[in-house]
Nanobody
Framework: QVQLVESGGGLVQPGGSLRLSCAASGFTLDDYVIGWFRQAPGKEREGVSCIRGSGGSIYYADSVRGRFTISRDNVKNTVDLQMNRLKPEDTAVYYC?????????????????WGQGTQVTVSS
């Protein structure tokens, strides 16, 4: 059974940092694209970053490039999102997602699997 479990969310001041982690089980990380998405109140869900299993190609949304870093550990079966220089507009529920195909996950935002989400709030 495929499962994605996010952790690491919380409340942080503007300019601060958080590290989210997505623990995957029930499948081999090498065979999947893993992505991070977020949804703020009243807004559509948007892709934040993703990383391919084989080759490790990485993609970022323009709004987070240079501030966020995605990484994967194929031994631990985890994908982390290091978020630095956080802004109030980064406040959202962050979701981990997985799909064998890059386009289905990153272009069409229709991955096969979703985690339950973790809240990130950036506020003073």
């Amino acid at each position: 059974q495929v499962q994605l479990v996010e952790s690491g969310g919380g409340l942080v001041q503007p300019g601060g940092s958080l590290r989210l982690s997505c623990a995957a089980s029930g499948f081999t990380l090498d065979d999947y694209v893993i992505g991070w998405f977020r949804q703020a109140p009243g807004k559509e869900r948007e892709g934040v970053s993703c990383i391919r299993g084989s080759g490790g190609s990485i993609y970022y949304a323009d709004s987070v490039r240079g501030r966020f870093t995605i990484s994967r550990d194929n031994v631990k079966n985890t994908v982390d999102l290091q978020m630095n220089r956080l802004k109030p507009e980064d406040t959202a529920v962050y979701y981990c997602a997985a799909d064998p195909g890059l386009s289905k996950l990153w272009v069409y935002s229709r991955p096969d699997y979703w985690g339950q989400g973790t809240q990130v709030t950036v506020s003073s």
